[in-house]
């Protein structure tokens, strides 16, 4: 079946530094990628998506690309705020109406 | 109007009371879903309703209990629960189920507490 793999962190980083959370993925056919990000008491926004292989989704400065040889979708930014600490998930929809989501990493940027 | 508004914000219950989560959106979006959230966890799904049709139960428990009234609201109707279940209830709509795009709008979510 589909599955998401992420690290699990949690990522502790200064204001300004360049982020990376890395995203692998399984799945059969061609799934759309998702980043969504959940800031604390809050529910999950959608950060940024990719629906085919190539695709750079970009929102608020983070980008991913989709990387079907490496099945890989990694979230970027090149410098981080205090205000982008937040849990940031990765998700896969491979067609049908259940959205895979992996176990989401905790960022805590301090200023 | 691009938000899904969840009522209440949190909710304190006994086991033995009957409550009710509520959700709403009027995106023109046509499936519509209930997540359970656990600390630190994902979230995991309980229930999908596609065109007002339940499509997916994800092996809930029926003392949880989903009600479509219209393809705008979607309620979670709630009895004799237990203390693990106490979580934060997330509700997300999307424009139609399956299909390529998958992207789902959640609400804040009702955060329940059983005592």
């Known amino acids: 079946g589909n599955s998401v793999t992420q690290m699990e962190g949690p990522v502790t980083l200064s204001e300004e530094a360049f982020l990376t959370i890395n995203c692998t993925y399984t799945?059969?056919?061609?799934?759309?990628l998702f980043w969504y990000v959940q800031y604390p008491g809050e529910g999950l926004q959608l950060l940024l998506k990719?629906?085919?292989?190539?695709d750079k989704g970009s929102n608020k400065g983070f980008e991913a690309t989709y990387r079907k040889e490496t099945t890989s979708f990694h979230l970027e930014k090149g410098s981080v705020q205090v205000s982008d600490s937040a849990v940031y998930f990765c998700?896969?929809?491979?067609?049908?109406?259940?959205?895979?989501f992996g176990k989401g990493t905790k960022l805590t940027v301090n200023p | 109007d691009t938000e899904v508004t969840q009522t209440p914000k949190h909710l304190v219950m006994g086991m033995t009371n009957k409550k009710s989560l509520k959700c709403e959106q009027h995106?023109?979006?046509?499936?519509m879903y209930w997540y359970k959230q656990k600390a630190k966890k994902p979230p995991e799904l309980m229930f999908v309703?596609?065109?007002?049709?339940?499509?997916i139960n994800e092996s809930v428990p029926s003392r949880f209990s989903p009600e479509c009234p219209n393809s705008s609201l979607l309620n979670l109707h709630l009895h004799a629960l237990q203390p693990e279940d106490s979580a934060l209830y997330l509700c997300?709509?999307?424009?139609?189920?399956?299909?390529?795009?998958?992207?789902?709008?959640f609400g804040e979510g009702s955060r329940l507490t059983v005592l």
């Open positions: 799945a059969t056919g061609y799934p759309s």
């Open positions: 998700a896969l929809s491979g067609g049908s109406e259940k959205l895979v």
């Open positions: 990719a629906t085919k292989a190539d």
């Open positions: 997300a709509s999307s424009l139609g189920s399956g299909g390529p795009f998958g992207e789902l709008f």
């Open positions: 309703y596609s065109y007002e049709k339940l499509s």
């Open positions: 995106m023109g979006h046509r499936a």
